[in-house]
């Protein structure tokens, strides 16, 4: 990791010209973006003729202030320091610039054959640039994710993950370190994390992200580390990046990979339960409605209001009602599906067991923004007398079903279940997706979901697993006998996306009831 990482970040533009008689600075600019943007301790990439007398590496730690013959000396009139170097050839030199240096500072080269004239540069407290893949300073950013594997289009970053962002000149750090020697882990032996003394943020896609850590990357002389929290967004693609540090923020045209957390579908359920005689089609005998807020994904029928029109096939017919099992003291009071006691016999292999239904709503409607996506589908259920209940369980497709996948452990899920009264045989309208008989939204209990190992079988034989999602009350509600509606989605949290991610119309036009296992 440590020489892929050197190679990286201390070697840019391999220089291979011939050494002159006399050494001679053309420029010296950051070693991110080729800039004359540096701050002190940043990385610098000095190119010019002259340098040396043959191609030289930094072996070890501390780095050397000489290699091949070849010395950078820096002063600002007051401090005069060699700078430590991680690489010469004839026509490059890259190295770190000393702490503490004011601006401006004069930077001479030093060889066998004489010293350059010096070449002064401007110093900023903060000059935070990206290092990028093409090693250009636009395009992709260099960054990893926790386990410490590139950031890429095929191994995009999802909301939620922690990212790492290699960094050059963020200025000064405590406790500080000298330029050239490797920086400490955290642990007693590897010596004190060297952090950012100033302010740093991170805005993603223009989503502010929480920022963990910031500061030297323990290890690596002048190269800088931040660890942030990718925000909730709903965009698939190449997101926009920015970092700030102090009152400085990095260069433009750069990007980073991003996914959404995928989408979450909940799925049917097959067992008529207590004299039900709802079933799954369209119009006034549907057992499934469906609210929403975009007519280009679900159609005209449920655009800001219940509607049991949800274009359902007549091959729905045997759909009983979205999933449910309801359990008082561990046992089980109500189940119109069969997945807890194994009894769902071919219903999850053949039709309608292959429908699932998009389900997704926003954690605080009037203040979601207008991009994020909200549909939910309610399932009908009967009691046929009071009943107890101090766990409900719904169920959600695997990770099969949508690409991306919906990750059931991201932090920003927002689970939610919700029951609402029948009146005219809908959903109550009582305003968004918050049920008037239960909402887990202010009914005190806790969220958990596991596998069910039991599978939905496609006509092609693939296999999309089935996954509990639980409601444990801390206090049990009683229902009275007579008729419900039941909801469970994942809430998008207020303020996420972004005015300018809209959500790509091939995934938007698959939200509908699907009609087999994609």
């Known amino acids: 990791m440590s020489q892929r990482l050197g190679r990286m970040f201390g070697l840019f533009l391999l220089g291979a010209l011939a050494a002159s008689a006399q050494p001679k600075i053309g420029a010296a600019v950051n070693a991110g973006d080729y800039t004359p943007d540096l701050a002190p301790g940043a990385l610098v990439a000095i190119f010019g003729s002259g340098f040396g007398t043959g191609t030289a ?4 730690y501390p780095l050397p202030t000489a ?6 000396q820096v002063s600002d009139g007051t401090t005069t320091a060699t700078m430590p170097l991680w690489f010469v050839s ?3 030199i890259n190295g770190q610039l000393p702490y503490g ?9 030093t060889t066998t054959a004489g010293s350059s004239a010096a070449v002064a540069v401007k110093l900023a407290a903060n000059a935070p640039k990206f290092f990028t893949v093409g090693q250009g300073g636009t395009g992709f950013i260099v960054a990893t994710h926790a386990n410490g594997s590139l950031v890429s289009r095929p191994s995009a970053v999802t909301p939620g993950e922690t ?13 500080p370190v000298a330029a050239g020697v ?13 952090k950012a ?17 910031a500061g030297l990357a323990p290890g690596f002389p002048g190269l800088y580390q931040i660890n942030f929290v990718a925000p909730y967004d709903d965009k698939i693609g190449d997101a926009g990046i920015s970092v700030k540090a102090g009152s400085t923020t990095t260069q433009i045209g750069v990007t980073m990979p991003v996914r959404s957390n995928g989408l979450y579908f909940v799925l049917s359920g097959g067992k008529i339960t207590n004299g039900q005689t709802y079933n799954g089609v369209s119009g006034a005998n549907s057992s499934i409605a469906v609210r929403h807020n ?6 005209p029928n449920g655009l800001g209001g219940w509607s049991k029109t949800t274009g359902l096939a007549a091959s729905s017919s045997g759909i009983a009602s979205i999933a449910l099992t309801m359990k008082s003291g561990g046992n089980i009071v109500f189940d119109n599906n069969g997945l807890e006691t194994g009894a769902v016999g071919n219903y999850y292999s053949t039709l309608p067991g292959f429908n699932v239904f998009f389900a997704m709503s926003a954690l605080n409607s009037p203040t979601a923004p207008a991009n994020a996506l909200q549909g939910v589908y309610a399932g009908y259920f009967k009691l046929s007398a009071t009943t107890t209940v101090d766990q409900l369980i719904g169920y959600f497709e695997g990770a099969l079903n949508v690409n991306p996948p919906f990750d059931p452990a991201n932090i920003y899920n927002k689970f939610r279940m919700n029951i609402f009264s029948n009146v005219s045989g809908s959903p109550r309208n009582t305003g968004n997706y918050v049920g008037d008989v239960f909402t887990s939204d202010t009914t005190a209990g806790t969220f958990s979901y596991s596998a069910t190992g039991i599978d939905r079988v496609g006509t092609d034989g693939t296999k999309v697993p089935a996954w509990r999602l639980v409601y444990t009350l801390k206090t049990p509600i009683s229902l009275p006998a007579g008729e419900y509606w039941f909801t469970h989605d994942v809430a998008t949290p207020s303020g996420s996306g972004t005015a300018t991610s809209a959500v790509e119309s091939p995934r938007a036009l698959s939200l509908r009831p699907a009609s087999g296992v994609k």
Do not use: I, R
């Not at 240096?101 to 930077?107: D, E, F, H, Q, T």
């Not at 100033?198 to 805005?203: G, I």
């Not at 223009?206 to 850590?213: A, F, H």
């Open 90 to 92: 004839p026509g490059q």
């Open 197 to 213: 003394v100033d302010p740093v943020s991170v805005l993603l896609d223009t989503l502010g992200s929480s920022v963990t850590y």
């Open 101 to 109: 240096l004011k601006s401006p500072a004069n930077l001479t080269v």
């Open 182 to 194: 490797p920086p400490g882990d955290g642990t007693t032996a590897g010596g004190s994390l060297s």
């Open 294 to 299: 975009n007519a280009q994904a679900f159609g």
């Open 163 to 175: 990212v790492v962002l290699y960094m050059n000149s963020l200025g000064a750090v405590n406790p």
């Open 67 to 72: 290699l091949a013959g070849t010395s950078v």
């Open 57 to 60: 590496y930094a072996s070890n």
